[in-house]
């Protein structure tokens, strides 16, 4: 009998063991020809990219040398269209549509994601007018000049009127020092004239509005344009000694992106304007672009306890967030 049980036992182990060896081999197969598929679509998606990305190179490397070309090399009138005209372009055709949608409270897919409800609907268009002449003004008188003194310091460089573009991996490192240049001379210079004697002259005039719109974004006193809005902007290309082209793209994704800051609507599948609204709001809280600085200097402690703070992301359905995410009622007195 212990002879029958000690057999079967060993039989069932064995049983077992090859079960197990099976569960192996199995898996082994799995896993290797997954591995295998897996390598073989990534290969073939990485090439198909890299064709696509080389393919988009050589086309806007032609459309460069075209345009330079066209110009015959003038290198003033190639950093006069690049550095100001497009982007000018590009902010007022954004801030056009804005302000459509400002005066006459339509299209209805703009107007319900007002950010501060029952405010500028509609926004007061005499109030409006001024804001453009402030803007066309800042453009003009104080951002135009201010290219001139950059013209020279991007001749000083050498690479600014290159036959060859950068590469698109060099742009992506420029916009991250561009973007952080930006955060360091915003926030301070921000900071700067909120101290009590230059607001009262000089910021004061920007927080007139205290539910902006998109156009906002360049209404101010003409120091605070060029110390605020322009130099934090123009510093990095000069210190990275930058491409006219990049310069051109960085130009007008940092009006479009201040555009949305101040805009007041919090858009779908834009950047949260809820930062820099709340600043307008409460004066004291938000200084800066990211809102790094404003983190480590504490800048951001009553905007993190509001629901304004549980807004602050990209929208990614078509839902408002005042209706998903919306203020807590007041309460009675």
Request: aromatic residues 16%; contains cysteine; positive net charge.
């Amino acid at each position: 009998m212990k002879r029958d049980s000690g057999s079967s036992a060993v039989a069932e182990q064995q049983k077992q063991e090859e079960k197990l060896w099976r569960a192996v081999k199995v898996t082994a197969y799995v896993l290797g020809t997954g591995l295998l598929v897996f390598t073989a679509l990534a290969n073939a998606l990485s090439w198909y990219a890299q064709n696509m990305w080389d393919a988009f190179g050589r086309f806007c490397q032609t459309r460069w040398l075209e345009f330079y070309y066209l110009f015959e090399g003038d290198e003033w009138t190639i950093f006069l269209l690049g550095a100001g005209l497009v982007p000018s372009l590009a902010f007022w055709c954004f801030n056009g549509v804005l302000m459509v949608a400002d005066v006459t409270g339509k299209p209805a897919f703009i107007t319900r994601y007002r950010i501060q409800l029952g405010k500028n609907d509609p926004v007061d268009t005499k109030r409006l007018r001024q804001a453009i002449y402030v803007a066309l003004f800042n453009q003009f008188f104080i951002s135009l000049p201010m290219l001139v003194p950059m013209f020279s310091v991007m001749k000083w460089w050498g690479n600014t009127f290159s036959k060859e573009l950068p590469t698109f991996r060099w742009f992506l490192v420029e916009l991250s020092i561009f973007t952080l240049i930006e955060e360091i001379l915003f926030y301070y210079t921000h900071r700067l004239v909120h101290l009590p004697l230059l607001y009262k002259r000089i910021h004061k005039k920007h927080h007139e509005w205290t539910a902006p719109i998109g156009v906002v974004s360049i209404y101010a006193h003409p120091v605070e344009h060029m110390l605020s809005n322009t130099l934090p902007v123009l510093t990095g290309p000069m210190i990275m000694g930058s491409h006219i082209v990049s310069i051109t793209a960085w130009f007008s994704l940092a009006l479009i992106t201040t555009s949305i800051s101040h805009c007041g609507y919090h858009l779908p599948f834009l950047p949260s304007p809820e930062f820099h609204d709340f600043h307008h709001l409460k004066f004291n809280q938000c200084y800066g672009v990211l809102g790094v600085l404003d983190y480590l200097h504490g800048t951001d402690t009553v905007f993190r306890k509001t629901k304004a703070y549980e807004r602050h992301r990209v929208l990614l359905s078509f839902t408002p967030l005042s209706e998903s995410i919306p203020e807590a009622p007041k309460r009675a007195e």
